[in-house]
């Protein structure tokens, strides 16, 4: 079955502040992660997690290499991984209890968003946030 995004899903993780661990995030500038990172943190007042394979610290906030590393709760896990890596992050995500998961834009793996669902996560695929925040208002 194929997924589709509910609008008020979208909203409502967009608009409830949280905490957002963003799986790809790290130091290079050149990413997009790094400038959604941003829109998250102060455009929307989110606590942001970068998380990467070097752990690198990114806008003044503690990077970490594992979403297993990252203490406390994570409400939303934001993956800037390609499709066929974001299986094995959205299982993380189950495993280390997060409230929904966020697959950005072209990342698509159906199989891990029913995964996520099944397990009672929130699920939004194949968007960004920096996208959805202005065009639902969400700021």
């Given at each position: 079955?194929?997924?589709?995004?509910?609008?008020?899903?979208?909203?409502?993780?967009?608009?409830?502040?949280?905490?957002?661990?963003?799986?790809?995030?790290?130091?290079?500038?050149?990413?997009?992660?790094?400038?959604?990172?941003?829109?998250?943190?102060?455009?929307?007042?989110?606590?942001?997690?970068p998380v990467s394979l070097k752990?690198?610290?990114?806008?003044?906030?503690?990077?970490?290499?594992?979403?297993?590393?990252?203490?406390?709760?994570?409400?939303?896990?934001?993956?800037?991984?390609?499709?066929?890596?974001?299986?094995?992050?959205?299982?993380?995500?189950?495993?280390?209890?997060?409230?929904?998961?966020?697959?950005?834009?072209?990342?698509?793996?159906?199989?891990?968003?029913?995964?996520?669902?099944?397990?009672?996560?929130?699920?939004?695929?194949?968007?960004?946030?920096?996208?959805?925040?202005?065009?639902?208002?969400a700021a």
């Amino acid at each position: 079955m194929t997924h589709v995004n509910n609008p008020e899903d979208i909203k409502s993780l967009l608009q409830t502040p949280a905490r957002w661990a963003v799986v790809g995030l790290s130091g290079n500038p050149a990413r997009p992660a790094v400038g959604v990172a941003l829109y998250l943190q102060q455009g929307l007042g989110m606590d942001i997690v970068p998380v990467s394979l070097k752990g690198d610290d990114v806008h003044g906030a503690k990077g970490y290499k594992s979403l297993e590393d990252v203490p406390g709760h994570i409400d939303v896990v934001d993956c800037f991984v390609n499709s066929a890596k974001v299986g094995a992050v959205v299982d993380q995500a189950i495993a280390v209890g997060a409230d929904a998961v966020w697959l950005q834009l072209d990342v698509i793996d159906e199989a891990a968003a029913q995964r996520a669902k099944d397990a009672g996560l929130r699920v939004v695929m194949n968007a960004c946030p920096a996208i959805e925040g202005p065009r639902l208002d969400a700021a």
